[in-house]
């Protein structure tokens, strides 16, 4: 049902979505007017985070590329922030460090 929700709110899923406009446009018709949208995930990285990049469509994000698909997608008063780093062992078995930003936007 469109406009039903006042926050949606997800955590390192959105690199595992293939059409990630779809799913924003989806978003953005299930949030009620005024509501909110917010998502954490991956910075732009080379394929390091995972050990098996089975169901990962997206190696993170550019921050300015998907600012501008939350704006296509109807959203307004979008911010983008550094949410947290994280060190773990990388693919290539030496620790390496990813950026997890949240960006959010508003209906």
Do not use: W
């Not at 929700?5 to 997800?10: A, F």
């Amino acid at each position: 049902m469109p406009g039903v929700y006042d926050l949606i709110v997800s955590s390192m899923t959105l690199h595992h979505i293939r059409h990630v406009d779809r799913l924003l446009a989806q978003l953005h018709q299930a949030i009620s007017p005024g509501g909110r949208l917010c998502l954490a995930d991956l910075d732009s990285d080379d394929g390091q985070f995972h050990s098996d990049n089975q169901g990962v469509f997206h190696f993170g994000f550019d921050r300015a590329g998907l600012r501008q698909a939350f704006a296509g997608a109807g959203f307004t008063n979008i911010q983008v922030i550094t949410a947290a780093e994280m060190l773990k062992p990388a693919r290539d078995g030496g620790l390496r460090r990813f950026t997890i930003f949240l960006i959010t936007g508003v209906r």
